[in-house]
């Protein structure tokens, strides 16, 4: 009788230990999936750019389009003209938020809004990373005549931006 006690209990604890390793094991897939689109996208973006900058370094195009222009311009700065021939310090400073993201992963919540938004924001930051380390300088393109010239790891950052405030904003 006693160790019928002790079994029945064993069997009760046995069950509850599956169901929490296949609770366990649900949310480790689901993390998991959510961590594949988050590295999808930042490693799409940070490819996009490159090959971009790339072919606009090599080709030199002086195309316009209407509403834009394309065309090869070497960014020593920032945003806005601000921080001309700053390069060490954007670097640094994309490097720590490059770092942050990655050290801070496990916050962004397991969604695929904020996943992608901030596999964009890292593919980005990166993106300008490689170019202010390799280059000594960004290269820019997309010339919409009252902005300031960019290329595509700015616009994945302003568009991770702009979604990131908007989905925490809720």
């Keep these: ?3 019928g006690i002790a079994g029945s209990a064993y069997r009760e ?17 689901k993390a998991k999936k959510y961590f594949i689109v988050f590295l999808a996208v930042s490693i799409l973006t940070v490819l996009l750019d490159q090959f971009s900058k790339y072919a606009v370094d090599k080709i030199r195009p002086e195309w316009g389009l209407g509403f834009m222009s394309i065309h ?14 700053q390069t060490g310090l954007l670097a640094f400073i994309s490097a720590l ?3 942050a993201v990655i050290f801070f992963y496990k916050k962004i919540p397991q969604e695929k809004i904020p996943q992608i938004l ?3 924001f890292l593919g980005g930051v990166v993106g300008n990373l490689i ?4 280059r000594g300088y960004v ?7 009252f902005w300031p010239v960019f290329n595509i790891a700015d616009m994945a950052i302003s568009l991770s ?3 990131l405030a908007l989905y925490y904003w809720k």
């Excluded at 296949?22 to 949310?27: D, E, F, G, H, V």
């Excluded at 170019?131 to 390799?134: I, L, M, P, S």
């Design 139 to 145: 290269i820019d393109f997309f010339d919409l005549s």
């Design 13 to 29: 604890s046995g069950k509850s230990g599956r169901r929490g390793t296949a609770a366990a094991r649900k949310t480790m897939v």
């Design 118 to 120: 901030f596999g964009l």
């Design 97 to 99: 938020a490059a770092l």
């Design 161 to 163: 931006v702009i979604g």
């Design 1 to 3: 009788s006693h160790a």
């Design 72 to 85: 090869f311009v070497h960014n020593t700065g920032a945003g806005f003209g601000i921080l001309k021939g």
């Design 131 to 134: 170019d202010r380390t390799f």
